[in-house]
């Protein structure tokens, strides 16, 4: 990497999009500057699916995560239906330990004028959010006989709960719509699975979401900050994997001379799309989680949340671009 005032792509903040990004970025041979800023506060626990693994393991090596636990089957009690056991070929891996693999470039000040700037921390942080629903999450120790490989994911009456092995005889339960005692008084299948039940120690919000200015004329943002999906049916990791892989594609045209426009537009549809699609796979769970009130507002927000996605993508043309290895090319050029 050469000297900050040099680089035409500077990168602000941290964590797998940002990473994807300078991976990218690199692979494309493109001077960057970066400034990762200070560490952020990390989620107890991230669950890696297969999609998130591959990613992972083309951009950095899976090897890197040595502390991840191997998940085998993920089992669901959804509303009066009995539970259904399904192979959930993943890892669980505490939020610090992933964070901590990440290969980030070294700190670098940001150049006087780079033509953009990929931000995680975004310079209009506006939302626009489908739903409240806040996550407690709490340490566990496992109840004597329970699967340490296995996942296990609740509803009851006023919202859901995610039992998250990280180890033989531990994990995290996060409890979304009320107090984990709470909704554990009304569990079946978690409830059984939980030894002991530490202190809430994290919340955060859960709900699908998405800055309303994804790009300006000089910067585009990504990772969580940009795009956040429901940890109940959402892989957030590979996501933000994703979207660095496209933003870092996108600066490279920009820096190599393409017109910023089409490529910045391309990159907001193409995150759009991909919410559209995660809240549509959304949908049947909380429509039939519960009869609640709280299980009606979240299965109608997610309805207006794809009713919105829809119309953002009406008003844009059809993508332009293909993503070809780590290069977005014109779709006419691959005709």
């Known amino acids: 990497m050469t000297a900050a005032r040099r680089s035409a792509v500077h990168l602000a903040g941290r964590g797998v999009g940002i990473a994807a990004a300078e991976a990218v970025l690199a692979d494309n041979k493109v001077d960057f500057s970066a400034d990762p800023g200070p560490e952020r506060g990390a989620a107890p626990v991230v669950m890696l699916g297969g999609q998130a693994l591959h990613l992972l393991d083309g951009l950095f090596g899976v090897g890197r995560l040595g502390a991840a636990h191997r998940i085998a089957r993920r089992v669901v009690l959804w509303n009066e239906a009995e539970a259904v056991t399904l192979p959930h070929q993943a890892v669980a891996v505490s939020g610090k330990d992933l964070l901590a693999a990440l290969p980030l470039a070294d700190s670098c000040p940001a150049p006087e004028a780079p033509r953009i700037v990929l931000h995680a921390r975004p310079p209009e942080p506006a939302l626009i959010q489908f739903g409240r629903r806040e996550a407690a999450a709490s340490p566990v120790v496992l109840a004597p006989g329970a699967?340490?490989?296995?996942v296990l994911v609740e509803a009851v009456a006023k919202g859901w709960l995610f039992l998250i092995p990280l180890g033989a005889q531990s994990g995290w339960l996060l409890a979304v719509g009320d107090e984990?005692?709470?909704?554990?008084?009304?569990?079946?299948?978690?409830a059984p699975a939980i030894g002991a039940l530490g202190a809430v120690e994290a919340r955060f919000e859960t709900a699908p979401r998405v800055l309303e200015h994804?790009?300006?004329?000089?910067?585009?943002?990504?990772g969580s900050a940009a795009l956040a999906f429901d940890p109940l049916c959402g892989d957030g990791t590979a996501t933000a994997a994703r979207g660095g892989i496209l933003a870092g594609a996108a600066a490279t045209e920009i820096v190599q001379g393409a017109a910023p426009t089409p490529l910045l537009r391309h990159y907001r549809a193409m995150l759009i799309a991909a919410l559209r699609r995660?809240?549509?796979a959304c949908l049947p769970f909380y429509q039939r989680g519960g009869s609640s009130a709280w299980w009606r507002e979240q299965a109608e927000a997610t309805v207006a949340g794809h009713a919105w996605c829809t119309g953002v993508l009406a008003d844009e043309p059809e993508p332009g671009f293909v993503l070809a290895g780590n290069r977005l090319v014109p779709r006419a050029v691959t005709a």
């Open 147 to 150: 699967d340490a490989g296995a």
């Open 180 to 190: 984990p005692d709470t909704l554990l008084a009304g569990s079946r299948l978690v």
């Open 214 to 222: 994804l790009a300006g004329d000089d910067w585009l943002a990504l």
């Open 278 to 280: 995660h809240l549509a």
